[in-house]
T-cell receptor, first 114, second 114 residues
Framework: AQKITQTQPGMFVQEKEAVTLDCTYD???????LFWYKQPSSGEMIFLIY??????QNATEGRYSLNFQKARKSANLVISASQLGDSAMYFC???????????FGAGTTVTVRA | DTAVSQTPKYLVTQMGNDKSIKCEQN?????MYWYKQDSKKFLKIMFS???????INETVPNRFSPKSPDKAHLNLHINSLELGDSAVYFC?????????????FGPGTRLTVT
């Protein structure tokens, strides 16, 4: 069964606007971590933000914030004030404490328009 | 001062050949991983080593054999290459016992089998 679901294959956003990337997950492990990675066209995987299952507050890192809704099992990424350099593929991933690998979603391609 | 390095970056070879991809990390992490990213950009774990011990071995053809000479190195050897092996292979590392620690990815090796 798919552990991470990203339902948006591609999105367009106007420069300086905010965009929300959806991510839902499935686990029965009470201890887990959720990650977002960015993959620009150059191919490298860049870590953006982390949210732990026991964290009380939503994670924020600069223009990135994570909208964590534990009961709904969702961990949406919000990118504020989009920049042209934000154009990339974004992956949501989960790591369960019982299993140390990262399980990735299918990714969402974001294209920022000037 | 590259954190996770992979060689080669590009590898073009013919079906039936044997090839290796090397990975080294200088972060002092004790766990290393191999991921495969297919043509649809889907990322999937292949193997993981912790202190030279194999801890994750997903359903991967036994033509793929990881080798970890020490905890800073994890190599991937592929025998009898097939067209379907064409993909980008990422090496990653992290401290095993810290769930909230992101995995650092190498730049990837693009393997093309003709």
């Amino acid at each position: 069964a798919q552990k991470i679901t990203q339902t948006q294959p591609g999105m367009f956003v106007q420069e300086k606007e905010a965009v929300t990337l959806d991510c839902t997950y499935d686990t029965s492990d009470p201890s887990y971590g959720l990650f977002w990675y960015k993959q620009p066209s150059s191919g490298e995987m860049i870590f953006l933000i982390y949210q732990g299952s026991y964290d009380q507050q939503n994670a924020t890192e600069g223009r990135y914030s994570l909208n964590f809704q534990k009961a709904r099992k969702s961990a949406n990424l919000v990118i504020s004030a989009s920049q042209l350099g934000d154009s990339a593929m974004y992956f949501c991933a989960m790591r369960e404490k019982s299993d140390y690998k990262l399980s990735f979603g299918a990714g969402t391609t974001v294209t920022v328009r000037a | 001062d590259t954190a996770v390095s992979q060689t080669p970056k590009y590898l073009v070879t013919q079906m039936g050949n044997d090839k290796s991809i090397k990975c080294e990390q200088n972060l002092g992490h004790d766990t290393m991983y191999w991921y495969k990213q297919d043509s649809k950009k889907f990322l999937k774990i292949m193997f993981s080593y912790n202190n030279k011990e194999l801890i994750i071995n997903e359903t991967v053809p036994n033509r793929f054999s990881p080798k970890s000479p020490d905890k800073a190195h994890l190599n991937l050897h592929i025998n009898s290459l097939e067209l379907g092996d064409s993909a980008v292979y990422f090496c990653a590392s992290s401290p095993r016992d810290r769930l909230n620690y992101e995995q650092y990815f190498g730049p990837g090796t693009r393997l093309t089998v003709t």
